[in-house]
């Protein structure tokens, strides 16, 4: 069993930035956030395969987010810049801890969760 505790999220006006933290308390093979905004289905943002390092993001947020982890720490970061209201949801952070296959912007890839926090961008 993995929990992962997320860091508050925020209110911020366009343009501004934010940084989320995710700590894991174990094992992680594939860590990602997720977003939901109200009325929409949860979509992948970022992920990063914690063996080699590599990232991967929704095209909606490249450029702008940067994900991020400190092993030692075992923590997940997601920085956020250049935020837009469109970017206001529930962000999770999810855990997979064996290397299931398939995209790593399914939902269905990880078993873990975060409790989820809020972002809000105005305009």
């Known amino acids: 069993q993995v929990q992962l505790v997320e860091s508050e999220g925020g209110s911020v006006r366009a343009g501004g930035s934010l940084r989320l933290s995710c700590a894991a308390s174990g094992y992680t093979y594939t860590r990602g956030w997720f977003r939901q905004a109200p009325g929409k289905e949860r979509e992948g943002v970022a992920a990063?395969?914690?063996?080699?390092?590599?990232?991967y993001y929704a095209e909606s947020v490249k450029g702008r987010f940067i994900i991020s982890q400190d092993n030692a720490k075992n923590t997940l970061y997601l920085q956020m810049n250049s935020l837009k209201p469109e970017d206001t949801a529930m962000y999770y952070c999810a855990a997979d801890t064996w290397g299931r296959a398939g995209d790593w912007a399914s939902p269905g890839k990880y078993e873990y969760w975060g409790q989820g926090t809020q972002v809000t961008v105005s305009s």
């Open positions: 990063i395969y914690t063996g080699s390092g590599n990232t």
